[in-house]
């Protein structure tokens, strides 16, 4: 048995998710919803195709017409005109019937040869039905395909509507090599995309749903992160990544142990964007970015904020040593932002700030937990350190149980900050929960956040009546302790 | 021209096949078994039988025994084609064959053989 080649689609994220790419002399059914794109897809894979030399034959049903599906492409980035009638021919399917569905298969053999072209795309090849006239003609023309091109040295993508799991397409979807399925429907109030690769002979493909977007570029696709195969991670040495706040590094042994997850819960409006940004611009430099994702506040509101304590984010960003990606927190699909992220990291090292980690877990359900271990995996081999924050109930103690949430994985080291309410003035608290690979100081802190930047107290200097109040009001300092109200 | 015998029981192959001989210059005479073939190649003496060897009814070993048996047809080149592997004892019974072909073949080998075939006939 000749091993056929792999194929390269130049399609972002596609050859991932294909384990490869595309087998050379393969039949592709592309089978979705309408408005899925595929037509988009075959055609961006059959331009850069004929981009690189090849030649390619387009064959439309009669309902699209060449001239609808030219219009059509003409707004994406790689639509070539130069190239058709040079590289890419088109003919309409009516082309090849001659009123004898049987002499359709000739038609399109010998159509092929004529024009010696290496990819053929048939678009709309549920409109082929009523052309050909039977379901078991619209089989015999994908069986044709599926038999005679390797012989004529043809990669043929056939998109026709529907669903790629119907049972109704079982047939179809047994002669041909490869199958992907384009999901395009609504999500609550948003629109989703979504491909599988239901089939790939000879290939290990990535299992599951993953997100696409189309845009004038055309198709990129974003890998489901937990799919992929899980990189390596090396044992490293551990530093510590600072605050560059002194006196809360030193309840952290000199910082957050470089490599690892750290969730930074707190109350709202207790300082918690504030102190990673701290840490953010701490460890920036041009040559090894920090990565800060924020899915509330935009580049220019983090800007503001960093200044009202004496941070200059503005200059951090112009230098490039902070890199902020900024996520409208009503509308994102997750696995964009987190292939984003792992899309920013440039270098070893890196610091990754993930600012309201509390949306993302949210938008990705069920998905949340192990959605973020594959990203935690993933930050790991590259020897990032990130920061997630996360808000929590005000007022509640700084009890915080993460043995079964999806955070979990994210949890290193845990950093909680609530209020307390003392002799009539809200006081900020700060209390570390857990750190891993160093030894931590459990003792509670009082927080000042003054224009110079954030204050750690020492103990001594806690406003009196502070632990007092915590006490009373029941917030312990570590999980498991009593019940807070 | 000549007359070119193409044995395949897989009728997209054999169309591809009918359409390179006949792009030759040749006629084609098309059968989905050895059975079939058998029949043709005593009716029409072909030049040249080009056939798969996993057929029904009668495959392409025993179409190239009973070639090899009849002293009309003894003598008409045959090449095999093939997408398997072919054990040793089987090779033996096809030793009286012009060559084997792997599939899938190369369009340019076929043209070849039909194109050194012109230059006989």
New interface residues.
């Given amino acids: 048995?000749?091993k056929r080649e792999v194929l390269p689609t130049l399609v972002p994220g596609l050859d991932l998710i294909l384990g490869g790419g595309l087998t050379a002399?393969a039949v592709v059914l592309l089978v979705g919803t309408p408005g899925a794109g595929k037509t988009v897809l075959a055609s961006q894979l059959l331009f850069q195709m004929a981009h690189n030399g090849a030649r390619g034959l387009i064959v439309t049903n009669a309902s699209e017409g060449t001239g609808k599906l030219l219009a059509h492409l003409d707004s994406l980035d790689f639509f070539d005109e130069a190239l058709i009638g040079n590289k890419i021919m088109l003919l309409p399917f009516s082309a090849l019937l001659s009123g004898d569905s049987e002499a359709t298969?000739?038609a399109i053999?010998?159509t092929i040869?004529r024009l010696d072209v290496q990819w053929l795309m048939v678009d709309g090849f549920q409109g082929a039905a009523g052309l050909l006239g039977s379901t078991n003609a619209v089989r015999r023309f994908l069986?044709?395909l599926a038999?005679?091109s390797?012989?004529?040295n043809v990669t043929c993508l056939v998109t026709m509507e529907g669903h790629g799991r119907d049972p109704q397409i079982a047939a179809e979807l047994t002669v041909v090599d490869t199958v992907l399925g384009l999901e395009y429907g609504v999500e609550g109030w948003d629109h989703m995309r979504r491909i599988e690769v239901i089939k790939n002979r000879g290939s290990s493909h990535l299992h599951g749903l993953h997100t696409y977007a189309i845009d004038a570029q055309g198709f990129t696709i974003f890998p489901r992160l937990e799919s992929l195969p899980r990189p390596l991670v090396q044992a490293q040495a551990r530093g510590q990544a600072g605050f560059g706040l002194p006196e809360l590094d030193a309840l952290i042994a000199g910082g957050l142990t470089t490599g690892t997850a750290t969730v930074l819960a707190g109350a709202p409006g207790t300082g918690k964007t504030t102190l990673a940004l701290h840490w953010a611009l701490a460890g920036a430099r041009p040559e090894q970015p920090t990565i800060l994702v924020s899915f509330g506040e935009d580049a220019e509101q983090l800007q503001r904020k960093a200044k009202t304590f004496g941070l200059d984010l503005d200059a951090a960003s112009a230098t490039g040593s902070v890199v902020v990606l900024h996520v409208t927190a009503s509308d994102f699909t997750p696995d964009i932002v987190t292939a984003s992220v792992l899309a920013a990291l440039t270098t070893s090292g890196q610091r990754v700030v993930v600012d309201g980690v509390g949306v993302l877990v949210q938008v990705l359900g069920a998905r949340a937990r192990t959605h973020l271990t594959a990203l935690a995996i993933h930050l790991a081999s590259r020897r990032a350190t990130s920061l997630y924050t996360l808000e929590i109930e005000p007022f509640v103690g700084f009890r915080l149980d993460t043995r079964y949430s999806p955070i979990q994985p994210i949890a290193d080291n845990l950093l909680v900050m609530q209020y307390t309410l003392a002799l009539g003035t809200l006081h900020y608290m700060l209390a570390v929960l857990k750190t891993r690979f160093s030894p931590y100081d459990p003792t509670l802190r009082e927080l000042l956040l003054r224009p110079t930047g954030i204050k750690v107290l020492a103990p001594q200097e806690t406003a009196p009546g502070v632990f007092e109040s915590i006490a009373e009001s029941g917030g312990g300092i570590s999980p498991g302790n009593r019940r807070t109200v | 021209m000549a007359i070119i015998l193409l044995v395949d029981d897989?009728h997209?192959?054999l169309?591809?096949l009918e359409?390179i001989v006949e792009?030759c210059g040749h006629q084609a005479l098309s059968a989905r078994n050895g059975e079939v073939a058998m029949e043709l190649a005593r009716q029409y003496a072909p030049s040249l039988v080009l056939t798969d060897l996993m057929m029904p009814v009668m495959d392409g070993y025993e179409l190239v025994a009973a070639l090899q048996a009849d002293p009309a047809l003894r003598a008409t080149p045959t090449v095999v084609m093939t997408?398997?592997s072919i054990t040793p004892e089987r090779r033996i019974t096809l030793e009286g064959v012009q060559s084997v072909i792997?599939k899938?073949?190369m369009?340019a080998d076929i043209e070849a053989l039909l194109g050194g075939l012109e230059k006989e006939a």
Avoid: C, K, V, W
């Fill in positions: 048995m000749i002399s298969e000739p053999i010998a040869r069986g044709t038999n005679i390797s012989y004529l | 897989e997209d192959i169309e591809l359409l792009e997408a398997g792997t899938p073949f369009i």
